[in-house]
């Protein structure tokens, strides 16, 4: 990603972005275990405390092996793709069994009965790292809405709504990365600018308005995702 320095209040990076606690760390938004090897330069980092720098990582962990898998159709460990999922399930014959006991086959489609609870947890900590990383000011409220759902299972309507692009109805935060990267149509109107931080790999999107703030990632071209809170 291209590097962005904030001129935000630095008072606002005194809090972990997470659960507001004096932030010993930083840690990178999206995890890494999401990215593919060699990692893309500049990855967003925020500040973090070092109980949430580490207690997200069996929930990172089951959510990026469970979308290996359900890209790739099997929980068959030669047959997936990414090695760090591979050498994930190798090591971790718990979450391995796990997915094999949530895979389901019939008449070749394959599903997964997915844990909701893991998969929000990890979304939900995704969506306040984007906000804290381009807004600058953190976001500590429970999420009114955790949405995620398979690309290629989307309605018309779901797509036209999650793909549009909307005008921006508040301004970031002064300094913020968010508003040195404010994208302005062509008719000088600024409007939502989705952020690419791996090409097919991983794509985010933070917009504030006056009603709500709302992310929305895009995970291996596979998933699609919309964390909101109304204000």
């Given at each position: 990603m291209r590097q962005i320095k904030t001129f935000?209040?630095?008072?606002?990076?005194?809090?972990?972005?997470?659960?507001?606690?004096?932030?010993?760390?930083?840690?990178?938004?999206?995890?890494?275990?999401?990215?593919?090897?060699?990692?893309?330069?500049?990855?967003?980092?925020?500040?973090?405390?070092?109980k949430c720098n580490s207690g997200f990582s069996l929930d990172e962990a089951y959510f990026a092996s469970l979308i290996e898998c359900a890209i790739c159709g099997t929980t068959e460990i030669e047959k997936l793709s990414r090695e760090v999922i591979k050498k994930t399930l190798k090591h971790n014959s718990k979450l391995h069994s796990r997915l094999e006991k949530a895979i389901h086959i019939d008449k070749e489609i394959v599903t997964f009965k997915i844990e909701t609870?893991?998969?929000?947890?990890?979304?939900?900590?995704?969506?306040?790292?984007?906000?804290?990383y381009e807004n600058s000011e953190t976001e500590f409220n429970k999420p009114t809405q955790i949405w995620?759902?398979?690309?290629?299972?989307?309605?018309?309507?779901?797509?036209?709504?999650?793909?549009?692009?909307?005008v921006l109805q508040k301004a970031p935060e002064v300094g913020s990365r968010g508003m040195q990267r404010m994208?302005?149509?062509?008719?000088?109107?600024?409007?939502?600018?989705?952020?690419?931080?791996?090409?097919?790999?991983?794509?985010?999107?933070?917009?504030?308005?006056?009603?709500?703030?709302?992310?929305?990632?895009?995970?291996?071209?596979?998933?699609?995702?919309?964390?909101?809170?109304?204000?």
């Amino acid at each position: 990603m291209r590097q962005i320095k904030t001129f935000s209040d630095s008072r606002l990076d005194t809090q972990c972005a997470y659960c507001g606690d004096y932030p010993e760390n930083r840690d990178h938004v999206p995890s890494k275990i999401l990215l593919d090897e060699p990692y893309p330069e500049n990855l967003p980092v925020v500040p973090s405390c070092i109980k949430c720098n580490s207690g997200f990582s069996l929930d990172e962990a089951y959510f990026a092996s469970l979308i290996e898998c359900a890209i790739c159709g099997t929980t068959e460990i030669e047959k997936l793709s990414r090695e760090v999922i591979k050498k994930t399930l190798k090591h971790n014959s718990k979450l391995h069994s796990r997915l094999e006991k949530a895979i389901h086959i019939d008449k070749e489609i394959v599903t997964f009965k997915i844990e909701t609870d893991r998969f929000e947890n990890v979304l939900q900590k995704l969506a306040f790292g984007h906000i804290k990383y381009e807004n600058s000011e953190t976001e500590f409220n429970k999420p009114t809405q955790i949405w995620f759902k398979p690309i290629q299972l989307m309605t018309k309507e779901e797509e036209l709504y999650f793909f549009s692009i909307f005008v921006l109805q508040k301004a970031p935060e002064v300094g913020s990365r968010g508003m040195q990267r404010m994208y302005l149509n062509e008719s000088g109107v600024p409007v939502e600018n989705w952020n690419q931080v791996q090409e097919d790999v991983y794509s985010y999107l933070v917009s504030i308005s006056m009603s709500q703030s709302k992310v929305r990632l895009i995970i291996r071209n596979y998933l699609a995702c919309e964390v909101i809170w109304n204000t």
